[in-house]
């Protein structure tokens, strides 16, 4: 059946229905398994280990255990039927509209369960037997003559009470398992926003889990082995006669007592230190993965163990070694493209093609760059673009631009695309109008510095051209090809001839006009173009 629950997302509403229906139908199984387990072993230990007579043990265990049973049965398939009942809703809403209200419920009703499930064990399930079999024993008694004495119904508690608590402890890791396929299926239709906003029960942690299983394992025994050492000694020495037992009873029952309380307190104390020791390795594994969460991408854990931890933190810190690593060249990548390419790349991978899209481009220049670079030092003319480009970037990377490229003293950058962006003018003559301000300070600094201002040209022009990676398939190059490239040039090759610094072709001072102040220039020809164009100036506000 476990197989049959370990589905992948994508299932219809009839096979999604299926799956809530296995799930409810394993949780049955398994409580049903776990409650034959357990009166199985109470019949047996009341059978051969406690002292009751023969007409006491047909009854109770033909008659009066059956009997009981019934409505903790009845209760207990009701409670799991309302329990599960969130996840079968989720499933059967699979493919329909409820589907996202009805995840989270969901989510949180799965991670829950195996609580749900002990404490239903616990507080309904172990009382309600307990309260059956008082009733039906105190009926036999004065009606069928069973004749269970008080020290007998104390048995009878501390058999239910037992094997309840081993009961409890299956069916709680027994569900924790039977959900874990389910899981993946509903948490794929919750986002993780909401993901980390599920409400869960206090959660049980490993420490926790480990002193219970070990209390059940240690101390419950011994406890019960004591208390049914002493019972059996008291029912022999009342057999045989000997009323003034105590010289037997009492330091028998000291030496017991000293054997309950210092092999419990030795199996808890050890219990303790493995769980502290497992708690503390995963807590640290736990806390070194939020500070990854939290950017952190160098935390290393050390290695301070041979056990299966040591692995783990082994693997934590490949894996952040390889983050470092990422970072590393994401930044370095970043610095080569565009960041918002990079993220893609790095996401996505690569691939050769393009797309026909809508975009405005600008098309930068330095005039006169050549006379002036001649009379440079090859190292000054690097390091006067490196301070131009840094200061003329910022505005056009601030308005979403993507600086396609930097051909020596001139530069192209792009507005909707890779990134689509339904305002590309607007964010374009933003950018043109930042790259005037940022030039005019970069001026001031170079003129206080002893050196020449720069003045440069910039085209704007908007319209439809093809976006994508081209080269070859070991060296590509994300570009934008087509008339508008071209166009965008040519127009900032008339600025100079117009006077102007800014020029932005008809199609893109439509929509920007009303951010923009420009004024119309004579219509001019440009080469590649049959007729000539209309250029709009755009006006300094200072």
């Known amino acids: 059946m476990t197989e049959a629950l370990a589905t992948t997302p994508g299932k219809t509403a009839a096979e999604g229905s299926d799956l809530g229906r296995l799930l409810h139908r394993r949780l049955i199984l398994i409580y049903l398994y776990a409650s034959l387990a357990a009166t199985g072993t109470g019949a047996l230990f009341y059978l051969f280990g406690l002292d009751f007579s023969t007409y006491q043990k047909q009854l109770v265990l033909g008659l009066l255990a059956p009997l009981a049973a019934l409505p903790q049965l009845i209760a207990d398939i009701s409670l799991i039927g309302r329990h599960v009942a969130p996840i079968r809703a989720f499933f059967v809403a699979l493919g329909g509209p409820r589907v996202k209200e009805l995840a989270a419920p969901a989510l949180a009703r799965a991670l829950n369960l195996p609580l749900y499930t002990a404490a239903r064990v616990l507080f309904v399930h172990a009382p309600i037997l307990a309260v059956s079999m ?6 036999a008694n004065r009606w069928l003559a069973l004749g269970l004495a008080p020290w007998q119904f104390a048995l009878v508690y501390a058999t239910i009470v037992v094997f309840a608590a081993g009961h409890a402890i299956y069916e709680y890791f027994a569900v924790k398992t039977a ?6 299926h509903i948490r794929a239709h919750v986002d993780e926003a909401t993901r980390d906003a599920v409400p869960h029960v206090r959660p049980l942690e490993i420490r926790t889990q480990l002193l219970f299983v070990f209390a059940f394992v240690a101390c419950v025994p011994l406890a019960a082995l004591g208390f049914t050492v002493m019972l059996k000694l008291d029912r022999l020495l009342e057999q045989i006669g000997m009323l003034d037992a105590s010289w037997i009873e009492t330091p028998l029952g000291l030496w017991v007592l000293l054997l309950v309380v210092g092999g419990s307190s030795v199996a808890l104390f050890l219990a303790t230190m493995l769980s502290r020791d497992l708690a503390s390795s995963a807590e640290g594994l736990v806390e070194a993965m939020r500070r ?7 935390a290393e854990l050390v290695v301070a163990s041979t056990d299966e931890f040591a692995e783990a933190y082994r693997g934590f810190n490949r894996m952040t070694h390889g983050l470092v690593e990422r970072e590393r060249l994401r930044d370095a990548f970043g610095r080569y493209v565009a960041p918002e390419l990079a993220e893609q790349v790095m996401k996505h991978g690569v691939s050769m093609g ?3 899209v ?6 930068a220049d330095i005039r006169g760059f050549t006379s002036l670079s001649e009379q440079m030092p090859p190292v000054e003319v690097v390091s006067l673009l490196n301070r131009y480009f840094a200061a003329v970037s910022p505005p056009i990377r601030a308005e979403g631009g993507f ?3 930097f051909g020596g003293d001139s530069l192209l950058a792009v507005f909707g695309a890779p990134v689509p962006a339904p305002d590309h003018a607007e964010r374009a003559a933003r950018a043109a109008l930042g790259v005037r301000a940022a030039l005019a300070r ?5 003129v206080a510095e002893g050196r020449k201002a720069l003045g440069i040209g910039i085209g704007v022009h908007t319209g439809e051209m093809v976006a994508g990676s081209v080269g070859s398939p070991d060296r590509m190059e994300y570009t934008v090809i087509g008339d508008v490239v071209n166009v965008a040039a040519r127009i900032q090759g008339l600025t100079k001839e117009l006077g102007t610094d800014i020029l932005l072709s008809e199609a893109a001072y439509e929509r920007v006009k009303d951010i923009v102040t420009a004024r119309p220039m004579p219509p001019v020809s440009v080469r590649g173009k049959a007729a000539p164009i209309v250029v709009y100036a755009a006006v300094d506000p200072s």
């Open 354 to 356: 393009g797309s026909l």
């Open 358 to 363: 809508r975009a405005t481009v600008i098309f």
């Open 403 to 405: 600086i396609n490229k």
């Open 179 to 184: 959900v874990r396929p389910v899981l993946s």
């Open 134 to 139: 008082t009733v039906l024993c105190l009926l």
């Open 292 to 298: 990854v969460e939290r950017g952190e991408v160098s």
């Open 442 to 446: 970069f001026n001031e600094q170079e």
